[in-house]
């Protein structure tokens, strides 16, 4: 797969960041999507891929009602769960907007591309340019649509931009297959080709990883 | 209630299986009977049945009045028609366990040796996968390779995990609920207690009160009565019945009870004439003795090693006999072998006794699992 895969699937009601990653999975493939919520995605891949989709979500109600829609999805978190499955477990692991809120991601992300051959990784973008000017023009903390809870009630403990992020998988040597920013609704934004460009106007980056 | 009656004999359906059963404990079982229910209709390709285990003092009645004490099937919420375990769908089997008292092989039925007389005390000691050995019988006298699900509570839920542990090819889903991997030292402690109160009833003899046309009812009443309350929660048993009193609304020092008393009198002495001492020693026994993990080098990941069948572990909130914590050992366990997994965590303040009890969250759960195994297993 490379950097120039196009993105087939737009499926009716899925949220849209969920098809571009829906994108990226091949079909038949063995798939662990992790903070899965109701299982929308897990559906989507076993239904339009035939994909053997699993889901590990931390909030009980979420995975009642997954597993109630007959989906295979246990409760658990990214933190404690990853490290009891077994090497090259899958063939991708999905983290959808959640990387920001583990307690610590980079170990999060080790499991990731031990238990899996590829990762997929979605987050909010720290460095977008309404973040940078908030916080620059009024010295509080930013608030837009990606990042609007409060500080000392936001679950999201780890902001991280999309340079930074670049810089995390060079450091602990992960490849970067594929790359995106998008906006805030999952639409790809333009700046695919200047870093530093999707860097200050991606609302979200989003990323296909492998091991080397 | 010290002068209850012998437990009525009844004709159970039931097979004479050829050969016997060999047990874990050394002894060959020469005359091996199991009975069983079953509901609705196999389908031609003999592809959609469903194996339920029932728990410690369930039987094969799971959804049809009960002939003994005339109430509904313990599970008739969960299993029949238009029911989560839908028998318009599924072929449902239920099989009284070995050492049973309701038709299948135990210590009431004929000593292999001394056909005149009942094993009572001396029916050999039987395990889990005994239990589990003697169901397989069943399925195969019934002409079923494959199980298109094996669902069980607590005891039950022990079954079911012996079940893909022993029988891995033969069982497409698994449910074990409100259940454990092996029986930990407080549920041995619990179990013990019962049973020191049945060896101290005179009327027990020694494990041969058929000799004397006796029961120990007082006994066994008392095992059922300390039982039950490991099956409930400090919270039910509040809501249930708070401090109130039988009869009155404030102490009189007149021979006051408390409602929670006669609730319990009530359990034990309904118990004694449905279900026999010497089978209630060695199902205990055959509990406290499971320990998946030991069975295969300690650890539990191997009993489930390459297994291709899809999981559905529940547990209730408020279960302290067979905790949360229980169930996701077992839930990382077969996430250790990369097992198809689906784990909840019911919130019910009506502990270990939830799974028997009416909870949508678990009753939909139930359903939505079994029908996307379902469409998996092409059962559509």
Not at chain 2, 53 to 65: F, K, N, R, S
Request: glycine fraction near 8%; aromatic fraction near 10%.
């Amino acid at each position: 797969m490379t950097s120039d895969t196009p993105v087939r699937y737009v499926a009716k009601n899925m949220r849209l960041d969920l098809t571009l990653i829906a994108g990226m999975i091949a079909p038949r493939s063995r798939v662990l999507d992790i903070g899965c919520g109701d299982g929308l995605l897990i559906d989507h891949l076993f239904r339009t891929k035939g994909c053997d989709a699993r889901g590990i979500e931390i909030d009980m109600a979420e995975v009642t009602r997954a597993v109630t829609h007959g989906l295979p999805v246990m409760q658990g978190d990214a933190d404690d769960d990853l490290a009891t499955y077994p090497d090259a477990a899958f063939d991708y692991v999905v983290l959808s907007r959640t990387l920001q809120a583990v307690e610590r991601p980079r170990e999060v992300l080790r499991q990731m591309l031990r238990i899996s051959t590829r990762a997929i990784v979605s987050f909010p973008n720290f460095g977008h340019w309404q973040v940078r000017s908030q916080l620059l023009l009024s010295g509080r903390m930013p608030m837009t649509p990606a990042w609007h809870r409060m500080w000392y009630e936001t679950p999201n403990i780890h902001p991280c931009t999309i340079s930074d992020f670049f810089a995390l998988c060079a450091a602990d040597g992960y490849r970067v297959e594929q790359w995106l920013a998008v906006d805030e609704a999952g639409r790809r934004a333009p700046w695919r080709r200047s870093r530093r460009m999707a860097n200050l106007f991606g609302e979200q980056g989003l990323f296909l990883l492998r091991r080397d | 209630m010290d002068q209850a009656p012998p437990l009525p004999e009844i004709n159970h359906q039931s097979v004479l299986i050829e050969g016997g059963l060999a047990l874990d404990c050394g002894v060959h079982l020469r005359q091996l009977v199991v009975a069983y229910r079953t509901y609705g209709t196999l389908n031609a390709a003999r592809s959609n049945a469903v194996l339920i285990c029932h728990a410690l003092t369930g039987d094969q009645y799971v959804a049809e009045t009960h002939p003994v004490s005339g109430k509904p099937g313990w599970w008739g919420e969960m299993v029949g028609p238009g029911k989560p375990v839908d028998t318009d769908k599924y072929f449902v089997i239920c099989a009284n366990v070995l050492g049973g008292c309701m038709g299948s092989t135990g210590p009431r039925s004929p000593h292999d040796d001394r056909p005149g007389e009942p094993w009572g005390i001396e029916f050999p000691p039987v395990t889990i996968p005994d239990m589990v050995r003697a169901q397989k019988k069943l399925i195969d006298h019934l002409g079923i390779e494959r199980l298109f699900a094996v669902v069980g509570g607590s005891m039950g839920g022990m079954q079911v995990l012996a079940w893909a542990a022993l029988y891995p090819a033969h069982v497409f889903a698994a449910v074990p609920v409100a259940a454990a991997a092996f029986h930990s030292a407080q549920n041995i402690a619990f179990h013990e207690v019962g049973r020191q109160a049945i060896f101290a009833d005179p009327d027990f003899h020694a494990g041969r009160y058929w000799q004397h046309e006796a029961i120990p009812a007082r006994g066994l009443a008392v095992a059922r009565m300390t039982a039950h309350i490991t099956y409930l929660s400090e919270a039910a048993l509040s809501r249930k019945f708070g401090r109130k009193l039988r009869g009155a609304d404030s102490l009189t020092w007149f021979g006051d009870r408390f409602e929670v008393e006669s609730y319990l009198e009530h359990q034990g002495s309904s118990f004694v004439r449905r279900f026999d001492a010497n089978s209630y020693l060695t199902i205990t026994r055959a509990m406290d003795f499971f320990d998946l993990a030991a069975d295969h080098g300690g650890v539990l990941a191997e009993a489930f090693r390459g297994t291709k069948t899809r999981f559905l572990l529940v547990s209730f909130s408020s279960d302290w006999l067979f905790p949360t914590a229980q169930c996701r050992a077992i839930a990382r366990a077969l996430n250790h072998v990369a097992a198809n997994v689906s784990f909840v965590e019911i919130d019910s303040d009506k502990g270990h006794d939830a799974f028997l009890l009416d909870e949508p969250d678990f009753t939909r759960t139930m359903r939505g699992f079994l029908a996307g195994a379902a469409e998996a297993a092409g059962l559509t």
